[in-house]
């Protein structure tokens, strides 16, 4: 059998997978239509060889009525040969449903993740990667348990319904008419009521995770409880959190109890009708006492399915529910793709130049018939208060969002005709919280030249400042960094990424400098890390730190995404406007915005 059937295209990935949940199932499970079909083969010979007791009793006992033991041995041993074989049909089921199911799961896991992970910027700016992670399993999980679903459940209940049917039909077509119309009507009678039970389950479900989410927000503030002697009132509001939720669940489940008591009802009246209708036909002499047994026996078979079919009908639903969640989220269009054109920039010395750029916030004008030239090799400092533009600046620059009007060109080429990739491999971030992965020292520093050897890594550590530190660390450049680079301080988390940055050696160099202080041996040791790294590049700074902007060649101030000042530090400082107040009223070596 193949592999997941999945495209490792780079760039933009334009999936063709269907948003529909049964479709993109389907979608899924013909990749491994092979094992499918072989496991809905087993189920079929297991459910057809398993039908087949209620004929074999039926001619047990006629054979025992005319008292031939001979008769009876025989059907008992051919009984237990297709009980046999209607045991190995369902392990051959499992092995290749197993095969199925799972193999869906993975390639559905995989899938949604690559196109999840194709979206633009601004889309995991607005989301939590929690919860994205959540939506993709909901996805592939969800196809998961309907493959399962259908196989072992909704498929054998259909099967044996037909099966039940064609036993009734041998006998008196009558009867077979009877419980095929018993069960539409069964069907139509509980798919209504299930439309009522949805909401009840909804008002549930989110009673629930408003209890968990209360109960792991106090764990978490846990301190803040203890220092404000809060912890009654919280054990109140928990517990009337449980009790909504209780209630809740409560008017959930004595629903369904209703529509299984009226199941019962239904279920028995049919029963009666057939049960009464085969006695009179034995005692009309038209079927033997065997056939009889045969039949009170077929219809047995059948009635748990139909007792609990709303059941069956409402966690179809849910799954179906579970997977639409995952796949609404996910599979929308890709709001920021390469042009159909695109080419790889051919990078210069990397020249920056901004015409005539216009960029809206949802209506909102942030840069209006922006321009602006950073030659190759400048440096320039933005400057401006809170609001300015400056972050948006950064992200129009590496295309996370696509501009309204103008252009913006690197070397003479407009970014919007250049593959994403080319564009952000030429760019090296400096952000101001550094991304560190849960992975050793070196993989986060070789993260942007993942071939760089040993030799090449030591190198930039030692020039951006860290390789003194890293040595002393228990694993030195093995050490696990923790989640987001939890067991490192602010500033060596800086040069780690300073390190990086220097690593990937792209012409421009893009920095977002952290306006917190840090104790002051990082910041000097900062200072030369970034000292080396700007080196030679075309620098862009959000600029905080006084050390920093004097580095600059250039500084622009912005103000409400126009430049209301641009020169050096020296002419602005001297130019008595808003750099030169901001200069002024500095504390402990940086700007207040
Ligand atoms: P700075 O980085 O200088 O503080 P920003 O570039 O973050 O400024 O913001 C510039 C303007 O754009 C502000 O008015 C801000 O409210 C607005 N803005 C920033 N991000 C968004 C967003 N995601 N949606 C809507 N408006 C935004
Ligand atoms: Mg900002």
Known sequence: MKSANISHNRGTYHGDIPRQPMRFV????????????????????????????????????????????????????AFLAITALSFIMWRLSGYFGMKFTLNVERTAY????????????????????????????????????????????????????????????????????????????????????????IPLVVAYSDASSRFRGFAVDVLTNISAVKSYVRMSHEHTVLK????????????????????????????LIVQGILFGGS?????????SAGVFVMLLTVFYRVQGDLVFMGNNIRSFIRVYGTIDEGLSEI???????????????????????WKDVTFTYGGQPVFQDFNVVIPAGQRLGLVGQSGAGKTTFVSLLLRQVDIQKGGITIDGQDISGATQESLRNNIAIVPQEPILFHRSIRENIAYGKPDATDEEIIEVAKRAEAHTFIMQLTQGYDTLVGERGIKLSGGQKQRIAIARAMLKNAPILILDEATSALDS?????????????????????????????????????????????DGTHDTLVRHKGTYARLWKHQAGGFLIE
């Open 26 to 77: 389907w979608h899924m499970a013909k990749q491994y239509g092979r094992y499918g079909a072989l496991a809905f083969g087993a189920v079929t010979c297991a459910t057809v060889a398993g039908a087949s007791a209620p004929y074999l009793y039926g001619k047990i006992v006629d054979a025992a009525v005319m008292g031939s033991a001979t008769r009876v041995f025989d059907f008992v041993g």
């Open 110 to 197: 995989l899938t949604l993740f690559q196109y999840l992970s194709h979206h633009s910027q601004t889309y995991f700016n607005e989301k939590f990667a929690g919860s994205l992670a959540n939506k993709v399993s909901n996805g592939a999980d969800g196809s998961e348990r309907m493959l399962e679903a259908l196989l072992w459940n909704y498929y054998g209940i259909v099967l044996n319904i037909i099966i039940t049917c064609g036993y009734l039909a041998v006998v008196d077509a009558r009867l077979s008419i009877f419980f095929l119309v018993a069960v539409i009507a069964l069907f139509g009678i509980n798919y209504a009521l299930v439309q009522r039970l």
């Open 240 to 267: 009337r959190k449980a009790d909504e939720r209780f209630d809740a669940n409560v008017a959930e489940w004595r629903y369904g109890e209703y529509v299984l008591v009226l199941n019962n009802i239904i279920v």
């Open 279 to 287: 006695a009179y036909l034995w005692s009309m002499g038209h079927i």
């Open 331 to 353: 599979l929308i269009d890709h709001a920021l793709v390469d042009a159909p054109n695109a080419r790889p920039l051919r990078m210069g010395r990397g020249e920056i130049a």
């Open 521 to 565: 041996e990082s910041e000097v040791a900062i200072q030369k890390a970034l000292h080396e790294l700007m080196e030679g590049k075309t620098v862009i700074a959000i600029a905080h730190r006084l050390s920093t902007l004097r580095e600059m060649h250039r500084i622009v101030v912005l103000e409400q995404g126009n430049i209301v000042e």
